[in-house]
């Protein structure tokens, strides 16, 4: 059984990441990060050299967190809900952290929702954490 955690460089996810750990902690649990890129073949090679710095920064960070650790960086061009549910199967998840964002009611019409699509499909219980403002 794993903890895994959607992680992006933003405020929300630093939020997730934290909560993330501390819920890996308090249960003894490893912890899985992921980074999901919708990118897929499309991807870059200089936004591909920025993802793989960030993927070191957050497994550096990490390192003397007392946690077991892997990060994932995923570039298959699907939508991050569904690498994150993928991920929570393969890894027989406890627990799924999410961090969440204040959108217009417009912006979710338009854009779908991650958060959402987590929270009805994943195969285990999701802790959503919003960011401190």
Known sequence: MTIVVGYVA???GHAALDRAV???KLRELPLVVIHSDRGGSALTGDHAAQQEKVLQEVQADLADSGVEVTV???????????DLIAVAEETDAALIVIGLRRRTPVGKLI??????RV???????VLAVK???
């Open 72 to 82: 994932r960086g995923l570039v298959r061009g699907k939508e991050p809900a569904e």
């Open 10 to 12: 933003t405020k929300e």
């Open 131 to 133: 960011a401190e403002a």
């Open 119 to 125: 929270l009805l499909d994943a195969p285990c219980a």
């Open 111 to 116: 854009l779908g929702s991650n958060a959402q």
């Open 22 to 24: 501390a819920e890996a």
